[in-house]
């Protein structure tokens, strides 16, 4: 089997991104404590003590050293270069001190059209069971756009949990790079950049698996996301990714997760933006499984899902959205018998 992407050697890249993280984390958390970027408990927050919150700093630094020392510069690297230096610039004072959630969306749309348009990383149709939608350049521009801003946030919304992000990225960026080596393209940009964000994140992780150490912060988590989405739209280009439903399914969970929590505050009457303490990785905490167990569930959800997307790159398409759906049908049971939609008890007593 080829391990070679861009020359180097697939576990010399996660070696170094891994190892690079790994030194950075400690640091990042130093600077937290001495700028006053820590998560401070609430009646919110999972955790009882402070947590310092620049891990993502580590992960990006990683990201960097990992595209200088194996990446090829191009105009797409270039913009995502310059759109993830602004996603984490804005995260580390938002992280420091909280910055309107308004100017952040901002912040993450002039990223999203600097890879959409400068870089010109989109997509130009959408094919599922061989049925095809193809768009004209200005639709391709605004369904890219939004595509990056739902990834991002989707991301982030789910980052209220010790490892799951992080984890949730990983397995994203381990899916791709198996995918990639199925199929035998390994030399398209998505490919080497999710093995470096797979080492970055993975030694990230050592430190922000249950009991978390650090955070990754809004910096961390809005960049992941952001990431992510770039590399689902890089495939399209070389053909990794053969359809919308890969990337979409290997992020069941924040996807999932996102979909009901905007459900839940338009029936309680709430802005979708406002935060609450009802998401997946808090019913599983209501269902008395620990902080770990709960991780290492929804991480299993996670990896049912991205067999499956490998299953359907490489099978008969029409038979594994047949696991698809039972796949689906399984966490739509699992959810509604949960308070992530609605308090049952409180429907219960009316």
Same mark, same amino acid.
């Given at each position: 089997?080829?391990?070679?992407?861009?020359?180097?050697?697939?576990?010399?890249?996660?070696?170094?991104?891994?190892?690079?993280?790994?030194?950075?984390?400690?640091?990042?958390?130093?600077?937290?404590?001495?700028?006053?970027?820590?998560? *401070?408990?609430?009646?919110?927050?999972?955790?009882?003590?402070?947590?310092?919150?620049?891990?993502?700093?580590?992960? #990006?630094?990683? #990201?960097?050293?990992?595209?200088? @020392?194996?990446?090829?510069?191009?105009?797409?690297?270039?913009?995502?270069?310059?759109?993830?230096?602004?996603?984490?610039?804005?995260? %580390?004072?938002?992280?420091?001190?909280? *910055?309107?959630?308004?100017? !952040?969306? *901002?912040?993450? %749309?002039?990223?999203? +059209?600097?890879?959409? =348009?400068?870089?010109?990383?989109?997509?130009?149709?959408?094919?599922?069971?061989?049925?095809?939608?193809? #768009?004209?350049?200005?639709?391709?521009?605004?369904? &890219?756009?939004?595509?990056?801003?739902?990834?991002?946030?989707?991301?982030?919304?789910?980052?209220?949990?010790?490892?799951?992000?992080?984890?949730? &990225?990983?397995?994203?960026?381990?899916?791709?790079?198996?995918?990639?080596?199925?199929?035998?393209?390994?030399?398209?940009?998505?490919?080497?950049? &999710?093995?470096?964000?797979?080492?970055?994140?993975?030694?990230?992780?050592?430190?922000?698996?249950?009991?978390? !150490?650090?955070?990754?912060?809004?910096?961390?988590? +809005?960049?992941?996301? #952001?990431?992510?989405?770039?590399?689902? @739209?890089?495939?399209?280009?070389?053909?990794?990714?053969?359809?919308?439903?890969?990337?979409?399914?290997?992020?069941?969970?924040? =996807?999932?997760?996102?979909?009901?929590?905007?459900?839940?505050?338009?029936? !309680?009457?709430?802005? /979708?933006?406002?935060?609450?303490?009802?998401?997946?990785?808090?019913?599983?905490?209501?269902?008395?499984?620990?902080?770990?167990?709960?991780?290492?569930?929804?991480?299993?959800?996670? /990896?049912?899902?991205?067999?499956?997307?490998?299953?359907?790159?490489?099978?008969?398409?029409?038979?594994?959205?047949?696991?698809?759906?039972?796949?689906?049908?399984? =966490?739509?049971?699992? +959810?509604?018998?949960?308070?992530?939609?609605?308090?049952? !008890?409180?429907?219960?007593?009316?």
């Amino acid at each position: 089997m080829n391990l070679i992407v861009n020359g180097h050697n697939i576990f010399e890249i996660l070696i170094v991104t891994f190892l690079t993280s790994l030194v950075l984390v400690p640091i990042t958390m130093k600077l937290a404590h001495h700028v006053g970027a820590m998560d *401070i408990p609430n009646e919110r927050k999972i955790h009882k003590v402070p947590i310092p919150r620049l891990g993502g700093l580590a992960i #990006f630094g990683s #990201f960097l050293l990992g595209y200088i @020392l194996y990446g090829e510069v191009t105009t797409q690297m270039l913009s995502i270069l310059i759109g993830s230096f602004l996603i984490v610039l804005v995260g %580390v004072f938002d992280d420091i001190k909280s *910055i309107r959630a308004l100017y !952040k969306f *901002i912040v993450q %749309v002039i990223a999203a +059209v600097i890879v959409v =348009v400068y870089g010109k990383i989109y997509f130009t149709e959408i094919t599922f069971l061989g049925l095809k939608l193809e #768009f004209n350049l200005y639709v391709s521009y605004f369904l &890219s756009i939004f595509f990056i801003l739902a990834i991002s946030n989707a991301i982030n919304f789910i980052d209220g949990m010790d490892g799951l992000s992080s984890g949730i &990225s990983s397995i994203y960026f381990l899916t791709i790079a198996v995918i990639a080596l199925i199929l035998n393209r390994l030399s398209g940009l998505d490919i080497i950049l &999710s093995i470096i964000m797979l080492g970055a994140t993975l030694g990230f992780l050592v430190y922000n698996f249950p009991p978390a !150490k650090t955070f990754v912060g809004d910096n961390g988590s +809005v960049f992941l996301g #952001f990431i992510i989405s770039v590399i689902a @739209l890089l495939g399209y280009k070389v053909a990794t990714l053969t359809s919308l439903v890969i990337p979409i399914t290997i992020l069941a969970v924040p =996807v999932f997760d996102t979909v009901f929590a905007i459900l839940r505050r338009l029936i !309680k009457h709430k802005n /979708i933006a406002e935060a609450d303490k009802e998401h997946f990785h808090h019913q599983l905490l209501k269902m008395k499984f620990t902080p770990r167990v709960s991780i290492i569930i929804i991480y299993l959800i996670n /990896i049912m899902f991205a067999v499956i997307s490998i299953l359907y790159v490489i099978g008969d398409s029409k038979d594994v959205i047949i696991l698809y759906a039972v796949a689906a049908l399984l =966490v739509l049971f699992v +959810v509604l018998k949960t308070d992530i939609l609605y308090d049952h !008890k409180k429907n219960k007593k009316r």
